[in-house]
């Protein structure tokens, strides 16, 4: 679509029963997965190929098994970890013990960096193939396309590990999506970014006080917040929810909404929150 088309935005179709399991999108689609208070988001094309990016944190179950079995997945063609944190990449043992996966991809991985490392190694050695991949790296999922833009390097020992996530700007003709993980606007503004449709808001929507000057150069139609209620660090902030507004960006948070999909519609965008 690109940020100069005129974009109208459908009204989100609820779908009441957050057991159910959704259809199969008819074109390419961007799904902030209800995980609580993480990231997991699912890139699905028409053609049945999936792609996962993070898998939320760990659990008995973990919350990223329900999520995709809403959705239809059984197999995932890529799964990509963004960076070391629990809320990203601590369900990647159980997404790796419930479903066939083709390749592993995580950026370069750092000395901190020990939990992922072992669960990279364990995928391995269990036949799943691995690669790390940095920024300039392109990997293509079905009818996605995905850019890595950042990291270029590990963090080094001690270092916030945040700054370091893999940043990705995926699209599927004109459809795109900027999947920033918890990389907020001091680690992107040097980045080439270009305009985007879709907005999936770095690091569950905690306070970031570049994002209003990040905004005019994304362009988004619609924001993604991956983020749990009640949490205890009061995300999304509402200064954040403020710059989106004020840049006329629509804001749907997987606290309030469950399963939100986002896809091209004829007349611009629709959106599919589960309520």
């Known amino acids: 679509l690109g940020a100069a088309a005129v974009l109208v935005l459908l009204g989100a179709r609820h779908l009441r029963d957050r057991g159910a399991v959704h259809p199969w999108p008819a074109v390419p ?24 990016i993070d898998t939320g944190a760990p659990g008995d179950p ?26 990203h990449s601590g369900a990647l043992r159980e997404v ?3 479903h066939a996966v083709g390749i592993l991809a995580h950026p370069p991985l750092g000395p901190d960096a020990t939990g992922l490392r072992r669960t990279v190694d364990r995928a391995r050695a269990a036949g799943v193939v691995t690669r790390e991949v940095s920024a300039g790296a392109r990997i293509v999922v079905g009818r996605w396309t995905l850019d890595v833009m950042s990291p270029r390097a590990a963090p080094p020992a001690g270092a916030d590990p945040n700054p370091y996530s893999m940043v990705v700007r995926a699209r599927a003709g004109r459809f795109a999506a900027l999947l920033a993980a918890d990389a907020e606007s001091d680690a992107l503004a040097g980045l080439p970014l270009g305009s985007v449709d879709v907005l999936k808001v770095s690091h569950h929507g905690s306070a970031d006080a570049g994002l209003a000057r990040l905004l005019p150069r994304l362009r988004p139609a619609v924001a993604l917040v991956s983020v749990g209620e009640g949490n205890p660090y009061g995300h999304p902030r509402g200064e954040t929810l403020a710059a989106l507004r004020a840049a006329g960006v629509r804001t749907w948070r997987t606290d309030r909404d469950g399963n939100v999909t986002v896809a091209e519609a004829a007349d611009g965008l629709a959106v599919d929150a589960e309520g």
């Open 96 to 98: 790796l013990d419930h």
């Open 29 to 52: 689609a961007v799904t902030a997965l209800d995980v609580g208070q993480g990231d997991a988001i699912l890139l699905r094309s028409p053609d049945g190929a999936a792609a996962l």
């Open 62 to 87: 973990a919350a990223v098994l329900g999520a995709l079995r809403r959705e239809g997945v059984r197999e995932l063609s890529l799964v990509a970890v963004t960076h070391d944190q629990l809320d």
